[in-house]
């Protein structure tokens, strides 16, 4: 059974000596709850709203109207209950560090495990866009070299003169020419998916950032995952 992140009583406390660095209302507290344990852990209004009530109700923080919001500060009652508890307040930070540096390792566990799954995926992928390539290829030589049904094979020799070249054979060859014209149209389309890509994720990571902190556990996902997704392009290159 995993531990709970805080002993009983232990998030009451800790919320006294958040309050002391000065007011906050609750939305800054739950973040600050969240940047404590690195993003690996935050706890829901449900759990913080209540505690300050009860803390309200003690006269160690008072809450103030703010609009839509309540800004909360600690009180001197508050105050002197935090110094007559900061040796439970350091076993507190002992715990918070404990927890960080569990929870950090299920993620880890969680994202290795979904990586592996990610992997297989993207080789999956990979290998289903290799196949389509291989028959687009096929299809198209195989389109190329068939005569129409029922018209004569093309020519541009004059009567009496032997077919040379790929006339030799009753088809025409299409031109290098629109082969260059096609792959560039395709080049291009490819680069400006990438483009569009790379655009739309960074907005991403900057609306996030806006929010939260980008974690250790955020990088190494995105890391992760871009890594694999280079090599399964990079195979269906090589196709």
Do not use: C, W
């Amino acid at each position: 059974m995993t531990p709970p992140v805080f002993a009983h009583g232990a998030l009451r406390l800790y919320l006294l000596a958040l309050l002391e660095d000065g007011p906050r209302h609750g939305y800054e507290l739950i973040k600050a709850l969240s940047d404590r344990f690195g993003g690996t852990y935050s706890p829901s209004p449900g759990t913080v709203y209540p505690r300050l009530a009860k803390l309200q109700d003690e006269g160690l923080v008072e809450a103030e109207s703010a609009g839509r919001r309540s800004i909360y500060r600690i009180t001197e009652a508050g105050l002197r209950e935090l110094d007559a508890r900061r040796d439970e307040l350091a076993d507190v930070e002992q715990d918070i560090s404990a927890s960080v540096r569990r929870l950090a390792d299920s993620l880890r566990d969680e994202l290795r495990a979904s990586m592996r799954g990610l992997r297989a995926d993207l080789a999956a992928t990979a290998e289903t866009a290799r196949q389509a390539a291989r028959s687009v290829r096929v299809e198209a030589r195989t389109t190329a070299k068939a005569p129409a049904q029922g018209a004569p094979p093309p020519s541009s020799a004059r009567p009496g003169e032997p077919l040379t070249g790929s006339l030799r054979d009753g088809f025409a060859e299409p031109s290098p020419e629109r082969f260059s014209r096609e792959s560039h149209g395709r080049l291009v389309e490819a680069e400006m998916l990438v483009q569009a890509f790379r655009d739309d994720l960074r907005v991403e990571l900057r609306s996030h950032a806006a929010r939260e902190a980008v974690t250790e556990v955020t990088l190494e996902t995105l890391r992760t995952v871009l890594d694999q997704a280079r090599i399964a392009v990079r195979n269906s290159l090589r196709g």
